[in-house]
């Protein structure tokens, strides 16, 4: 049955202007000189004081960027003007004489930034029990409960911190999941990239907490380059919610992060997104261009990596959050929900990729699109000739709602041992009218009817995530589809 | 308490009510009886406001007010519930959920406050009970996979939750056996009172030994063509619709 006529009205109804988080916090801030080029790259690399061979990291990645082997990806269904990388600043920061020592010395207009995003730091601190690091555009302004996680041996801070504490931890794993030659956008964050978290979670500890990076861009015309990196050591267990915002603009904005995971012998690594970068306007001006590059390496026996990811922002959003099963026994999971309105496009998904015995992984993917959105969900699961006993199950659904929009599944699926068992499943459905009319019958909104709806949808998805980003996620999805229907 | 004067409607270009005249007053429960395509569940969807079913002329009168001028929702804030005939499946939707997000919009519309978790489970369970319905009825979700039974009854508990003012009933009784009738009579019998009126849709008299209306209405061709007391629903059953048909 086809969506009524007022569905699609209000769905396409929905504006960028209900996007809450579009604030310009007003701070001064020190900026790299616009453009791109080797000194822009030791530049960034002199403000953070870092080390010799990581200097020497950037510039091979930065020189393997220019030369012909790194190539943009034109292969995403995705469509947008070609970026000039010359007009950019890589690097903002906002001005404080010297590194805040605790939260006492942050910058209070910083804090308050953080307040109107939902995330009072210093209550977060005594009440939620949730440890943050907080990214303002390429430098980490704050991180919350350091002192308690030390304590047990657990490393979070900011990556720039870590080369300079934990410089071998960093040396060995930085790099080894996701390479410089990756792909075009990991090279360009391999050179430029500001901050990012990095977490080390010790033999046998169980993270008592949940550890969350808040990735705020501020700066206009800047682009940010997080770069995260989590290694759970062998019979660890860790869990990471990671969240972003960005002011509404007219111009586009290029995120283009690397997120690298290490789970050794019995870890497990439980990361969560809930991205939510400005998506633009409802005529699809402006928003974030994020081009994201996660992968996580079960590299021991028995090892976990579980992807949970809630996409609603971004203009443009490229991004395959994927496990490399190595280790015998181990599992890899990818959850995710991604909403598409008005203008906006995605194309992602997952890879799995299967190496050693007994593997096995599952995909749950959830598109929903409204307005123009489209939507791919591109996944790939390769199995390889010694992973003996694989098993795969992958779920994609797709929702559409109203005539415009789009939602296209690509899956791959590369067999090389006859033991594996592989299975797909896929459906396209549309909101009917049916279940409009019996919400609303019901006293529903035409728009709490469609949360309601969207929200059962997605359901599988939300019970993976922890239970305050559940609510938190129910409540960013009403808020994307907000004037989607009504 | 619901007046309609001189109905009409065209759905998909024929015309379905052709003129249809009824008074219900508070704390009466009325039958529509008819043959199948005379119009009954097009009044229902009309009365409720479904999309495609408008009224093409004549007026509705609900409390004083002009209901056909609603939308869907100010409807059912209103307090006119209808238990569908085909209840929807709303899959990964806790019927908990439903119940709980309805049960909310009607009473903050009324200017009461929202129910607690707590104290909506508590009244949730105390129906749940007089129909005989398992709790985990609750963690269901909305109609996936329920029988026909069920999902009537989850129809009857939904009108028993929102306290409608007038409940209109389309078809209740199809699809039930005998002993699932029963219990859903039994639970709409509870919900009769002086306040609260029903609309009963039934092309058999059989739900009515159940429910025993005040008044009962034969719809035909668009039009009520005799009205009685509840007598007249054992006659149609013995004498069938004949008599009513353009044909003789």
New interface residues.
């Given amino acids: 049955m086809s969506v009524s006529v007022e569905t699609v009205k209000s769905v396409e109804a929905a504006t960028g202007g209900e996007y809450k988080y579009g604030f310009y916090t007003d701070i001064e801030s020190e900026l790299a000189p616009k453009g791109l080029n080797e000194d822009i790259v030791r530049f960034i690399s002199a403000k953070k004081g870092e080390p010799e061979w990581l200097l020497d990291w950037r510039l091979k990645a930065f020189r393997l960027w220019l030369s012909s082997a790194a190539e943009e990806p034109a292969w995403a269904n995705v469509r947008y003007s070609p970026i000039d990388f010359q007009d950019a600043y890589y690097y903002a920061a906002p001005k404080q004489a010297e590194a805040p020592k605790s939260l006492e010395e942050v910058d209070p207009a910083l804090l308050e930034t953080y307040e109107k995003l939902g995330i009072p730091l210093k209550e977060q601190e005594i009440l939620a029990g949730v440890a943050i690091d907080a990214v303002f555009d390429s430098v980490s302004v704050a991180t919350t409960f350091k002192g308690k996680l030390a304590e047990l041996g657990i490393i979070f801070c900011p990556i720039s911190e870590a080369v300079k504490t934990h410089p071998e931890l960093v040396k060995k794993y930085l790099g080894s999941v996701v390479p410089v030659a990756d792909n075009f956008y990991a090279t360009l964050n391999s050179a430029v990239f500001s901050d990012g978290s990095f977490v080390y979670v010790p033999k046998g500890v169980r993270c008592p907490m949940e550890l969350s990076t808040y990735f705020r861009i501020n700066t206009a015309e800047t682009g940010q380059f997080e770069r995260t990196l989590i290694v759970a050591d062998v019979g660890s267990h860790v869990s990471y919610l990671e969240g972003c915002t960005a002011p509404m603009r007219s111009e586009h904005q290029l995120h283009a992060a690397v997120v690298e995971l290490v789970a050794l012998d019995d870890a497990e690594i439980k990361y969560s997104t809930v991205q939510n970068w400005y998506p633009g306007d409802k005529e699809g001006r402006g928003g974030i261009y994020n081009f994201v590059t996660k992968r996580g390496a079960c590299r021991g026996r028995n090892s976990k990596i579980s992807w949970t990811q809630v996409e609603t922002g971004s203009a443009i959003t490229w991004k395959y959050p994927s496990v490399i099963l190595q280790g015998d026994h181990s599992t890899g999971e990818f959850y995710s929900v991604a909403i598409t309105n008005n203008y906006q496009q995605a194309d992602t998904g997952t890879k799995m990729i299967h190496i050693g015995r007994n593997t096995s992984s599952t995909i749950i993917s959830k598109g929903i699109s409204a307005g123009h959105g489209q939507q791919t969900y591109r996944g790939l699961v390769r199995i390889l000739g010694k992973a003996d006993n694989a098993r795969n199950y992958t779920q994609c659904d797709s929702l559409l709602i109203g005539e415009k929009c789009g939602g296209h599944t690509v899956p791959y699926i590369e067999v090389k041992n006859q033991t594996a068992k592989v299975e797909h499943e896929a459906t396209t459905s549309k909101i009917s009218d049916d279940q409009l009319f019996y919400c609303r019958q019901r006293g529903l909104s035409d728009e709490d009817a469609v949360a309601l709806i969207v929200n059962g949808f997605c359901r599988e998805v939300f019970q993976k995530l922890p239970m305050e980003f559940a609510v938190e996620a129910q409540k960013l999805l009403g808020i994307s589809l907000e004037g989607a229907i009504g | 308490m619901l007046e309609i004067r001189d109905l009409h409607t065209v759905v998909d270009g024929k015309p379905i009510l052709r003129g249809v005249d009824l008074e219900i007053v508070a704390g009466e429960v009325h039958a529509v009886m008819g043959p199948n395509g005379s119009g009954k569940s097009t009044l229902a969807y009309v009365l ?4 495609g079913y408008h009224a093409d002329s004549g007026e509705v009168l609900y409390d004083g007010q002009m209901l056909l001028e609603l ?3 100010e ?3 209103a307090g006119l ?2 238990a ?1 005939q085909y ?7 806790p019927n908990a ?2 119940l709980r ?2 049960v909310n ?2 009473r903050l ?1 009324r200017g009461e406050e929202e129910l607690s978790a707590m104290a909506f489970l508590k009244e949730a369970r105390a129906k749940l009970k007089q129909l005989q319905m398992d709790e985990s009825f609750l963690n269901r ?2 109609n996936v996979g329920f029988s026909g039974g069920e999902k009537k009854r989850n129809e009857i508990l ?1 009108m028993a939750m ?1 306290e409608p003012r007038l409940a209109v009933l389309d078809e209740t009784d199809s699809g039930l056996d005998i002993d699932a009738l029963k219990i859903v009579a039994d639970g709409i019998n509870r919900l009769r009172s002086a306040g609260r009126a029903m609309l009963v849709i039934t092309h058999y008299q059989r739900l009515l030994d159940y429910i025993v209306p005040d008044k009962v209405h034969v719809l035909a061709e668009g039009r009520i063509v005799r009205s009685g007391g509840k007598e007249l629903a054992v006659e149609l059953e013995k004498k069938g619709y004949a008599e009513f048909s353009s044909a003789a």
């Fill in positions: 409720s406001g479904r999309e939308t869907p929702e409807r059912a804030r519930f209808l569908f209840p929807v499946e709303i899959p990964g939707v959920t439903f997000t309805a919009a009607v519309a979700q909305v939904q929102l």
